[in-house]
């Protein structure tokens, strides 16, 4: 069954809960930060990535402005951060779906704009990849095509938000771990069931629920649309623990909304943060393409 944006989405452009873009904090004030210096499309020197990756350790948002790489030069640039997702490492065509420099898009298969949302989760609050055993450390947008109003990227700071609980609500949720799935994700978000082999290929992990930055070690809360429940408790029990911390996370000052200007280029740390995707105007008529590249993480402790 095809979803479109009003059936997820009542009032056009509106996200299902949380924050309207003009309600949210600033980058600066989220904890993200720009940089005005660096053209992304030539290689970087020593210094320069040295300070780059320093500066990723301490935001868990990078905004750069006005750059313009091609695929190629996309892909050399994530390799600042390591190890890139991708079945297909080393061919760098965008011939299948999923490739290491990949297309996000509202695209047919025809290449014409759709109302059709085929990727629904992208909508809900997610860290990427969260239903691996390994998941995503970084995940990286830069900006094509973009619509003359809406599209934005929302981040909400979970290491914040986090810290912003009273001392007794951070040691109920010491040592408790969240089961994540693809297949719980998709059905959270009204997708397409998956498939008994799509299950087999991807089965549900369990992460802790506060995990420590491995750089900063700070903590941060580790939820999501991937997430389903709370192992060892009742599954409503579990749930309901979950749509609170959502709550939690997604209030106005935690969360940072990103309105895409041509030539963006934006990253995130998917371990301290959570995004999501809100609807453009006119989906079936305005384009929006990103290129999309994601950076392979550790197992979350
Ligand atoms: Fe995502």
């Known amino acids: ?118 990727e629904r989760g992208n909508y809900y609050w997610h860290s990427d990849k969260s239903y691996h055993a390994v998941p995503s450390l970084m995940t990286m947008l830069h900006a094509v095509e973009l619509p003359p109003k809406g599209g934005e990227t929302q981040f909400a700071n979970t290491a914040k938000a986090y810290a912003a609980l009273p001392a007794e609500a951070r040691g109920e949720l010491e040592g408790l771990r969240a089961n994540h799935s693809w297949e719980a994700s998709r059905i959270q978000c009204g997708g397409r069931p998956a498939t008994p082999e799509q299950i087999a290929e991807r089965p549900p992990v369990d992460h802790p629920l506060v995990r420590i930055h491995p750089d900063t070690g700070a903590k941060a809360l580790y939820l999501g649309n991937h997430a389903s429940h709370i192992v060892g408790w009742p599954v409503a029990d579990g749930q309901a623990l979950l749509r609170r911390m959502i709550q939690h996370v997604q209030q106005p000052e935690f969360v940072y909304t990103h309105r895409w200007r041509q030539g963006d280029l934006v990253l995130w740390d998917n371990r301290c943060s959570v995004h999501r995707a809100l609807p453009h105007e006119a989906m079936g008529v305005h384009r929006r393409v990103l290129h999309r590249t994601v950076v392979k993480g550790s197992v979350p402790y």
């Open 1 to 118: 069954m095809s979803a479109t944006i009003e059936a997820l989405h009542p009032a056009h452009g509106v996200p299902p809960s949380g924050p309207r873009p003009d309600e949210t904090a600033r980058l600066e004030d989220f904890g993200g930060i720009e940089i005005a210096d660096l053209d992304l499309s030539q290689p970087l020197t020593e210094a320069q990535r040295d300070r780059l990756l320093r500066t990723f350790r301490s935001h868990p948002v990078l905004v750069f402005r006005d750059q313009a790489l091609t695929k190629d030069q996309q892909y050399a640039f994530t390799l600042n951060f390591g190890e890139i997702e991708g079945a297909h490492v080393n061919r760098l065509i965008d011939a299948k779906n999923y490739t290491p420099v990949h297309t996000v898009s509202n695209l047919d298969s025809d290449g014409n704009p759709s109302e059709i949302l085929r």
